[in-house]
């Protein structure tokens, strides 16, 4: 079987600058290596911020880390997959968003591998680096070795199947850090994919009560089909006035996990301000440089609050991920969040509407 000569690439030559398509050759895949053929890529919040330069990414560059596709060729020991099934070529796989140099000390002592020093990212890397294609704003990709593979049921549509490698998988770490119990409640902050994910997976952990934030009105409908209890809109309400709103939904002492996913700092005080004695508060959408707050240290404190972090996820949450859609897809339309789609000519349109939030998920298909 012989191999496509070349593959169409959307490169931005420096942040903010238009895309250019550029044609590139492939390669046969190395040792560990797999090339696939992109079927979707979703756009993610993290592509605007490096498209905008609020990150210090490489150019020119090849962005798109939400990817799916179908394998074209399998390097050498290639096999199987994460959870052991067997992978063929024309198999559709999602993959972690990273790729790790080795199995160092994140991975072996703390159990961070997503924190592996040297650790590299799918849509992160300047379009001169071998093998060219690693993003998934382009026809092809190689999956490169030390990722986590998983071969996609076929009864996932792609729109189902592709935010599963960053956004639901991201959201499965939210929850499960928010350490929400049978019954609890739980504040989110921010009903993009990643929000209306959290909503869903905690209402299937067994939260008695989940409420949403967001200040826009098609969010906060979605949110409510999503597994939202409540949605607010925090418009024309004052910090005060957003807090005891939460709190007498939360009867008798308030939340016991927020969840701030909407990328904006100043929503962390209203957090933990609104949560119970000895509750949780996650960070999950601040993923830029300079998410500067003022927070009263002395109310953690008091409070007995434990704050938390979350960057990238471990690859069990990529399984688990995958698994919570294929189990819950009769239960959440999952697939109408992915509500925008784009040639690979259009990114640039793509990751405006994203931007300015008329669309949930943008889908680019090469
Ligand atoms: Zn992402």
């Known amino acids: 079987m012989s191999l496509p000569v070349d593959g169409l690439v959307a490169v931005y030559p420096a942040p903010k ?11 046969e895949p190395r040792r560990g290596e797999v090339l696939v053929r992109v079927r979707m890529c979703t756009i993610c919040r ?30 050498e020991g290639v096999e199987r997959d994460m959870r052991g099934d067997r992978l063929a070529v024309g198999d559709r796989i999602t993959w972690s968003e990273f790729f790790v140099p080795d199995e160092g000390f994140h991975a072996q002592v703390l159990d961070l591998p997503q924190k592996s020093v040297g650790l590299g990212k799918y849509g992160h890397l300047s379009v001169d680096q071998d093998p060219n294609h690693h993003g998934g704003f382009g026809q092809f990709c190689y999956v490169l070795p030390r990722s986590w593979i998983l071969r996609v049921p076929a009864e996932l549509s ?16 939210l929850v499960e850090q928010a350490a929400i119990r049978p019954g609890g409640a739980v504040v989110i902050q921010g009903l ?16 008695g009560r989940v409420i949403g934030i967001d200040g826009v009105a098609a969010r906060r409908a979605m949110g409510e089909r999503f ?27 308030g939340p016991d996990a927020v969840i701030e996913i909407c990328g904006d700092p100043s929503v962390v005080p209203q957090g933990l301000a609104m949560l119970r004695e000895g509750g949780v508060c996650v960070i999950g959408g601040l993923v830029s440089p300079g998410a500067w707050a003022s927070i009263d240290l002395n109310q953690v404190l008091r409070k007995l609050i434990t704050l938390r ?43 405006r509407d994203a931007d300015e939030r008329r669309v949930i998920r943008a889908a680019i298909l090469p």
């Open 17 to 27: 600058e238009a895309f250019q398509l550029h044609r590139l050759p492939l390669r």
């Open 46 to 75: 993290s592509d605007i911020h490096s498209y905008l330069g609020h990150r210090p990414n490489p150019t020119p560059g090849v962005l798109g880390h939400e990817i799916i596709g179908s394998i074209v060729a399998l390097g």
């Open 158 to 173: 792609d729109a189902e199947a592709t935010p599963v490698n960053c956004g639901v998988a991201t959201a499965v770490c």
């Open 192 to 207: 993009g994919l990643l929000g209306l994910y959290a909503a869903a997976i905690a209402k299937t952990r067994g939260a």
């Open 227 to 253: 597994g939202c209890d409540a949605v607010i809109d925090p418009a024309g309400l004052s910090d005060d006035g957003l807090i005891a709103r939460v709190r007498a939904q939360c009867p008798p002492v």
């Open 309 to 351: 972090g979350v960057h990238n996820y471990h690859p069990r949450h990529l399984l688990e991920a995958l698994d919570f859609v294929v189990a819950q897809r009769n239960r959440y339309p999952f697939g109408e969040m992915v509500d925008g789609r784009y040639r690979l000519d259009q990114v640039g349109e793509a990751i």
